[in-house]
């Protein structure tokens, strides 16, 4: 079974009794109607009920936001494994974390199956336990993206993409602009930096803290030099003057 786009498949489905196996094609960006399709696929293959599925991420190029929103809701599937060939496709599939199916990351298929048909309890989960809350609170406020995080949070990958997720939940047009409440963070994995460098559709952010949060924007700003107006500010008043301005110059950092 296979999806297509234009002249080349985008993925191939095979049946193997107890597993399924989705196998997504190298270079593509998997996109909103490859999960449909994905999905149906599955459903059509499994009419006796949901089996474990199997899928290899390969060298895929990207997954866009629309997609990973579908995909974090996905329920075609008893369990999901995904398989990729190194920490890229760790990073990409994080946003995986929060799906509401147990799915799991591996870097070779034996464990991944091992772990689909029950047989050993290996590879590192990404479905988050529901009781688990997320270390930030974040909404809509007079036209601005407000974040707080918890006070002295370390933030993972997992928990980056998750916040870009509800980002995107809240102003789905993007280029939005977004205050950020550090609190005393502690620290950002390089993931978790990559993910709000690239993945990040904000139109500026102003970031509020002490001054450990100063070093961080500091970091993050020279590190990943990310495509949006980026500046610490020591108040949430002046921060959101700033992006009242329309980001412009600033005393900020």
């Known amino acids: 079974m296979t999806g297509d786009a234009g002249e080349q498949s985008r993925f191939t489905l095979t049946d193997d009794g107890a597993v399924l196996r989705l196998a997504w094609a190298a270079g593509v960006t998997i996109e909103a109607d490859d999960v449909h399709a994905t999905m149906a696929a599955v459903r059509a293959a499994s009419p006796r009920g949901k089996r474990p599925l199997l899928v290899t991420i390969g060298l895929v190029e990207a997954i866009t936001l629309e997609a990973r929103h579908l995909l974090i809701e996905d329920t075609c599937s008893l369990r999901t494994g995904v398989v990729g060939v190194d920490e890229v496709g760790k ?3 994080a946003f995986n974390y929060r799906s509401v199916t147990p799915s799991r990351y591996f870097t070779n298929e034996p464990d991944a199956l091992a772990w689909l048909t029950g047989r050993a309890d290996v590879g590192e989960p990404t479905s988050r336990p529901a009781e ?14 407000v974040v707080e995080w918890d006070r002295g949070t370390s933030v993972s990958t997992c928990t980056a993409e998750s916040l870009v997720s509800a980002v995107v939940a809240l102003a789905p047009e993007g280029r939005t602009p977004m205050l950020a409440l550090n609190n005393n963070m502690v620290s950002l994995t390089p993931g978790a930096l990559e993910v709000f460098a690239h993945r990040l559709g904000v139109a500026a952010l102003a970031i509020v803290g002490v001054e450990g949060d100063r070093v961080i924007a500091a970091y993050y700003k020279q590190l990943h030099n990310p495509p949006y107006p980026t500046r610490f500010f020591p108040t949430a008043a002046e921060a959101r003057a700033w992006l009242a301005r329309g980001a412009g110059p600033a005393q900020g950092d």
């Open 132 to 145: 688990e809350p997320e270390p930030y609170l974040v909404r809509f406020d007079e036209g601005v993206i």
């Open 91 to 93: 990073v990409l599939t």
